[in-house]
């Protein structure tokens, strides 16, 4: 991986006035880019207009590793990592699970969990997958496939005998439409669920957004059996390129408090030994 080289157009402008000469100098060392991966729809995420934190992260890698930063476009369903970051076209994915097998995975960037969403005016106050409320309640959960059991989510809910009180929504969604898979917070505020069950960035974003208010608590514990519901989310890389790796996780570390900014301004809740809910 070469490393790469950009400045900003107002900087370069004012150089160029400053110092011609000088301008020719630094121009001849940005040849080189830095190629992420990213989904063009997927607010809080990433969307073609590098609106989402994802995009911010990845401004900031950029600018602390002096290079362009170029995006490679691709809606993140199945095969998205295999066409991107495997095949060799692209450089890096930020926000993948820190332990990922298609990838050599940095230090994570932060570590967030499934959360329960529901309408503040419902006062359900659920913190549990085993709350005595659950039976009566319509429950919307992430799907992946077709099976209904894909996320965790879906297969605790399954394991309790609910599914006649799940309804799906597909974490791919109508492409047609704007961030699709925000469609499972719509559900919850229009009352079509009266409790969904969704990961945790996803729901902060659209939370704080809502025009009515929602309450979002994580799920509690973390682990149930085998299944997880909290994650740490790391940067990807190509596998064979710890240079790269190395230097990011440096980044990551000096800038700690940047990044940890730019989460709480899209409200990604955040768990760890302590829980952080996010600010409604």
Known sequence: MKNCCLTSLTRAAFLFVCCAGFVTSVAAQQ?????VAADPNNLPFSNQRKEGFE??????LARELNCKLEYHWHAQRRGFFRETLKSGDVDLVVGVPAHFDMALTTA???????VFVARADRQLHITSLDDVQLPKLKIGVQLIGNDGVDTPPAQAVAARGLVQNVRGYTLYGDYTRENPPAQIMD??????VDLAIVWG?????YAKRSRVALEIVPVQPQKDHALYFAFDIAIGVQKQNRALK?????????????IESILDAYNVPRVGVASKRASL
């Not at 995009?55 to 900031?60: G, M, R």
Request: no cysteine.
């Open 201 to 205: 960035p996803l729901a902060g974003f």
């Open 187 to 192: 559900a919850v505020v229009q009352g079509d």
């Open 108 to 114: 994570p960037i932060y570590r967030s969990s499934f």
């Open 55 to 60: 995009n911010k992260i990845a401004e900031l």
């Open 246 to 258: 190395d230097k990011i996780d440096n980044v990551l570390a000096a800038h700690h408090d940047e």
């Open 31 to 35: 040849s080189h880019v830095l190629r």
